[in-house]
């Protein structure tokens, strides 16, 4: 009887852990990141990490968070001269970038505004 109730009390927890957690993606970006780049987008959009994940998987992504996710591809080297840099992106997301999540990517246009962005997220969610 406990041995059943602790495995059910541990793949409950396991569960919210994983619900809570960024996506793998989401970490592969953040930890390619200098801290003190990584602050210095938060500061400037007002958005931290723990929120930009959230309002990521629960609702997507408003005009602040777009504006931390252009800071942040900047500052890796995924966007550069308003473009993004595909090859990049698959040689750090090599399980995330499927073959028609790339082609989605390839098409995008001039990413110059915040608002742009929202071009990489249909990607994302349409691939």
Known sequence: MYFQ??????????GVIQLVSPSRADNLLFNRIAAPD????????????NGFE???EKQGLGHSELCFLKCVLEKVGFLK????????AKDLF????????????????PLST???LQQIETCRHNS
């Open 54 to 56: 959230e309002v990521r």
């Open 114 to 116: 915040c608002d742009d």
């Open 5 to 14: 109730s602790g495995c059910q009390l541990f793949l409950c927890i396991l």
């Open 38 to 49: 990584l602050e210095m987008c938060s500061r400037d959009t007002g958005v931290t990490v």
């Open 94 to 109: 090599q399980n995330e970038i499927n073959e028609k999540r790339e082609e989605c990517l390839r098409r995008i246009g």
């Open 81 to 88: 001269d308003g473009k993004l840099v595909v090859e990049a």
